[in-house]
């Protein structure tokens, strides 16, 4: 049986509670480390730093500039979201 226990925080050093239910998940899911971050941690590591790199390019279809989330490959044609949402018959 799984007792709530409290940790630290890696990134903030607050101290949280890895809860019994939470240490069944992650039994249950093969993890075999603790969390090192507590919730509000996790979330901000996995929305990024809240500002995207966006990268410029032209249209391949209208020729327009603009910018998108994402570094462009060479070999792939890439849309500005105009030209993209028609392509997807949006």
Do not use: H
Request: aromatic fraction near 12%; charge should be positive.
């Amino acid at each position: 049986m799984f007792e709530d226990k409290t940790l630290t925080c890696k990134e903030c050093g607050k101290e949280f509670i890895f809860s019994a239910g939470e240490q069944e998940f992650y039994q249950e899911k093969g993890f075999e480390n603790e969390p090192a971050r507590c919730r509000d941690c996790r979330d901000k590591r996995k929305r990024g730093n809240g500002e995207r790199q966006m990268f410029k390019v032209v249209c391949a279809e209208c020729g327009k500039e603009t910018e998108v989330p994402f570094e462009p490959k060479n070999d792939r044609p890439v849309y500005c979201r105009d030209c993209f949402n028609q392509k997807r018959g949006v």
